[in-house]
């Protein structure tokens, strides 16, 4: 039922109010004149001018008090002064910046004084108590240093070091809101912001419609952020920036408005609460907004009636059993994990790939033979063809799923498909490479005999692409990117072409690029998982060391060879300072053209371009100076080109 209240109405100065200033002893004597005199000039009467007494209320009837007090004075003098009708002008300055913000003050008194004069002023007969006693400002339940830098000494780096520290230990509290009307709501939050109406929706906006009913309920925003990144989204993006429409709340947002709110933790542990500046620890919190036969200046206006029903809004929050239970047994996971019905689809999907069946093997060997020609064509689209056709990901990212989870039956499934994928890719590629008649080797295939560090980290990143995709169906579309990133398939056919053709360096090599892409991809797919909150703590720990050292063994001959890559970039930038210095040789140019691994070192192809014919003793010369510059490791092939 909605009616009209004077719960909030114009303040109007008569001839029989008396008027008060009471003031705080530590006040500069210069500024309580100053003020005093600017009262007197406003109401145009003589003024009472007190020390401030926090259990003083014996003022007259209908007097009016102008007060300059901190926060904890006037909180401790509400209950002794709430039930006289009298009205109070709190003056701000920097002892009470909590009653500037529950009320809607400026933060100087002079503006309060213009507001009193003009006339454009509202009363409130509304106080906010907590547990029994009077509050100012925001109430926070929970983590409250998610949302706001409450005051603490440490150094600002150090608060943040510390927050990022907790930040992967954070799980939500199971708790229980009961409101004024007996209704329960059982939820997980990391933190609940509750206050006054009206000054909980100036706080945050976001959240909050736009009514004329603001001061006459309490309301509270709850916080159940699902993942570490929402967290962080709610320290850095929720609380401040406004949302697209305050008709729909985000995830993770619920928004509760009654004249009493109660706030029980249902674990058996205490709440963390941070009232008027200090935190306790408390078994529940009761939050509510009382009436009172005295009235207090407010800068609200949106207060013109009041709505005596209550405004329940959690359908974002965890309110059934099993996930209270998920997200406050479990810390949050780093991204947020899928829906129940998303688990029961991501698991089957994975089984389903750990079993080869027909279409995996015909599509396999479709693949290899597709790849092993794109190879012999030196052709990137068919290779690029047959990595997208290539099914070999699927039973990889299902045992990285089961090393995760130690789900013995995944892994062995898994394994069994990879294995036999392996031998099937190679036979394939080596009886093609036997039975045709080319045996050079192309520069596609070059290109998968030289696996370094890199290789490596492109595996990882695929790893991480490819379990995001596998557990979350709107970007499961792009994983052919991925399999286009870590080319599984074409390393693999290099080394049956190296079995083909008997050739120990060109299959021991491309060989260990395939071995680089799985190890990277089962590593990183694994944390992948973990972080989404598909597995459990219990295992991680051992399944993150064997992963940890698989990826320890093949990085040692991963890292010879990049070290060879090191070299070459070494070289590269020696002729990139030859081309500014002065050639042995006038009149010449020397450039480098490009650089080749051979199984006896590197071969640095290099034209050394003249107007007119270069002698052999300048050739000599300009060897000699080169070799100097590179290195006696490294090979020089020349080309010498006149220029007319």
Same mark, same amino acid.
């Given at each position: 039922?909605?009616?009209?209240?004077?719960?909030?109405?114009?303040?109007?100065?008569e001839?029989?109010?008396?008027?008060f200033?009471?003031?705080?002893?530590?006040?500069?004597?210069?500024?309580?004149?100053?003020v005093?005199?600017?009262?007197?000039?406003?109401?145009?009467r003589?003024?009472?001018?007190h020390?401030?007494?926090?259990?003083?209320?014996?003022?007259?009837?209908?007097?009016?008090?102008?007060?300059?007090?901190?926060?904890d004075?006037f909180?401790e003098?509400i209950?002794h002064?709430?039930?006289?009708?009298?009205t109070i002008?709190?003056?701000?300055?920097?002892?009470?910046?909590?009653?500037?913000?529950?009320?809607?003050?400026?933060?100087?008194p002079d503006?309060?004084?213009?507001?009193?004069?003009?006339?454009?002023?509202?009363?409130?007969?509304?106080?906010?108590f907590?547990?029994?006693k009077?509050?100012?400002?925001?109430?926070?339940?929970?983590?409250s240093?998610?949302?706001?830098?409450n005051?603490s000494?440490?150094?600002?780096?150090?608060?943040?070091?510390?927050?990022?520290k907790?930040?992967?230990s954070?799980?939500l509290r199971?708790?229980?809101l009961?409101?004024a009307?007996?209704?329960?709501?059982?939820?997980?939050?990391?933190?609940v912001?509750?206050?006054?109406?009206?000054?909980?929706s100036? +706080?945050?906006? #976001?959240?909050f %419609? $736009?009514e004329?009913?603001?001061?006459?309920?309490? @309301?509270?925003?709850v916080? /159940?952020p699902?993942?570490v990144?929402?967290t962080l989204?709610?320290?850095?993006?929720?609380?401040?920036?406004r949302?697209k429409?305050?008709?729909?709340?985000?995830?993770?947002?619920?928004v509760l408005?009654?004249q009493?709110l109660?706030?029980?933790?249902?674990?058996?542990?205490?709440?963390? +609460?941070?009232? #008027?500046?200090k %935190? $306790?620890?408390?078994?529940?919190?009761e939050?509510e @907004?009382v009436?009172?036969? /005295?009235?207090?200046?407010?800068?609200?206006?949106?207060?013109?009636?009041?709505?005596?029903?209550e405004?329940?809004?959690?359908?974002?929050?965890?309110?059934?059993?099993?996930?209270?239970?998920?997200?406050?047994r479990?810390t949050l996971?780093f991204?947020?994990?899928?829906?129940?019905?998303a688990?029961?689809?991501?698991f089957? %999907?994975?089984k389903?790939?750990?079993?080869?069946?027909t279409?995996?093997?015909?599509l396999?060997?479709?693949?290899?033979?597709?790849?092993?020609?794109?190879?012999?064509?030196?052709s990137?689209?068919?290779i690029?063809?047959?990595?997208?056709?290539a099914?070999?990901?699927?039973?990889?990212?299902?045992?990285?799923?089961?090393?995760i989870?130690?789900?013995?039956?995944?892994?062995t499934?898994?394994?069994k498909?990879?294995?036999l994928?392996?031998?099937?890719?190679l036979?394939?590629?080596?009886s093609?490479?036997?039975?045709?008649?080319?045996?050079?080797?192309t520069?596609q295939?070059?290109?998968?005999?030289?696996?370094?560090?890199?290789?490596?980290?492109?595996?990882?990143?695929?790893?991480?692409?490819a379990?995001y995709?596998?557990?979350?169906?709107?970007?499961g579309?792009?994983?052919a990117?991925?399999?286009?990133?870590?080319a599984?398939v074409?390393?693999?056919t290099?080394?049956g072409?190296?079995?083909?053709?008997?050739?120990?360096?060109?299959?021991s090599?491309?060989f260990?690029?395939?071995?680089?892409?799985?190890?990277g991809?089962?590593?990183a797919?694994g944390?992948?998982?973990?972080?989404m909150g598909?597995?459990?703590?219990?295992?991680?720990?051992?399944?993150?060391?064997i992963?940890?050292?698989?990826?320890?063994?093949?990085?040692?001959?991963?890292?010879?060879?990049?070290?060879?890559?090191?070299?070459?970039?070494?070289?590269?930038?020696?002729?990139k300072?030859?081309?500014?210095?002065?050639?042995?040789?006038?009149?010449?140019?020397?450039?480098?053209?490009?650089?080749?691994r051979?199984?006896?070192?590197?071969?640095?192809?290099?034209?050394?371009?003249?107007s007119?014919?270069?002698t052999?003793d300048?050739?000599?010369?300009?060897?000699?100076?080169?070799?100097k510059?590179?290195?006696?490791?490294?090979?020089?092939?020349?080309?010498?080109?006149t220029?007319?």
């Open positions: 039922m909605k009616c009209v209240v004077e719960s909030i109405m114009p303040l109007e100065i001839s029989e109010n008396q008027i200033f009471l003031h705080h002893h530590s006040i500069d004597k210069k500024d309580l004149d100053i005093s005199k600017t009262i007197a000039n406003l109401t145009d003589e003024i009472q001018t020390i401030f007494k926090k259990r003083k209320s014996n003022y007259p009837e209908n007097s009016i008090l102008f007060t300059m007090v901190p926060d004075d909180l003098w209950p002064i709430k039930d006289l009708d009298t002008i709190i003056l701000p300055y920097e002892k009470n910046p909590r009653l500037q913000q529950e009320f809607d003050l400026p933060q100087k503006p309060v004084l213009d507001m009193v004069r003009s006339g454009d002023n509202y009363l409130s007969d509304r106080f906010l907590c547990n029994g009077p509050a100012a400002g925001c109430i926070s339940v929970g983590e240093e998610w949302i706001e830098d005051p000494s440490s150094p600002y780096l150090l608060k943040i070091l510390q927050l990022f907790k930040l992967f954070l799980r199971a708790i229980e009961t409101s009307k007996a209704q329960n709501i059982k939820t997980a939050a990391l933190l912001e509750a206050g006054r109406e009206s000054m909980i100036r +706080l945050r906006p #976001n959240f %419609k $736009i004329e009913n603001r001061c006459w309920r309490t @309301s509270a925003v916080y /159940a699902q993942s990144v929402e989204k709610l320290r850095l993006l929720f609380a401040r920036v949302h429409s305050a008709d729909t709340l985000p995830k993770g947002i619920g408005k009654s009493k109660t706030i029980t933790a249902t674990d058996g542990r205490p709440l963390q +609460l941070f009232c #008027n500046g %935190k $306790i620890k408390t078994d529940s919190v939050i @907004s009436q009172m036969r /005295a009235s207090i200046l407010t800068g609200e206006k949106n207060c013109a009636a009041f709505e005596d029903k405004s329940i809004r959690v359908q974002n929050l965890p309110t059934d059993n099993d996930t209270i239970d998920f997200f406050t479990k996971p991204i947020p994990i899928a829906t129940e019905d688990f029961a689809e991501l089957m %999907k994975l389903e790939s750990a079993v080869m069946t279409a995996y093997m015909l396999l060997i479709v693949s290899v033979l597709m790849a092993t020609t794109g190879l012999f064509q030196n990137s689209p068919t690029i063809g047959a990595m997208i056709l099914p070999l990901m699927a039973p990889i990212i299902a045992f990285s799923m089961g090393v989870r130690f789900d013995e039956g995944l892994m499934h898994s394994a498909t990879i294995l994928s392996i031998a099937i890719a036979i394939a590629s080596a093609m490479a036997w039975t045709l008649p080319f045996t050079h080797v520069e295939i070059s290109m998968r005999t030289h696996p370094t560090l890199l290789d490596l980290a492109v595996a990882i990143l695929a790893g991480i692409a379990a995709g596998y557990a979350n169906s709107k970007v579309e792009s994983l990117g991925v399999a286009i990133a870590v599984l074409p390393p693999l290099v080394a072409i190296g079995i083909g053709w008997g050739s120990w360096s060109l299959f090599n491309a260990l690029l395939f071995l680089a892409n799985i190890v991809i089962v590593f797919s944390i992948m998982f973990y972080l598909f597995a459990s703590r219990r295992y991680v720990s051992t399944a993150f060391f992963k940890l050292m698989m990826v320890g063994v093949i990085a040692i001959p991963l890292w010879l060879s990049t070290r060879t890559l090191v070299v070459e970039e070494k070289i590269y930038d020696t002729f300072q030859l081309r500014s210095a002065e050639a042995p040789v006038a009149g010449v140019s020397i450039h480098l053209q490009r650089i080749e051979k199984a006896d070192g590197l071969y640095a192809f290099i034209s050394v371009i003249s007119s014919n270069i052999n300048a050739r000599e010369a300009i060897a000699r100076y080169l070799k510059e590179l290195g006696k490791d490294v090979h020089l092939v020349f080309t010498y080109l220029q007319y």
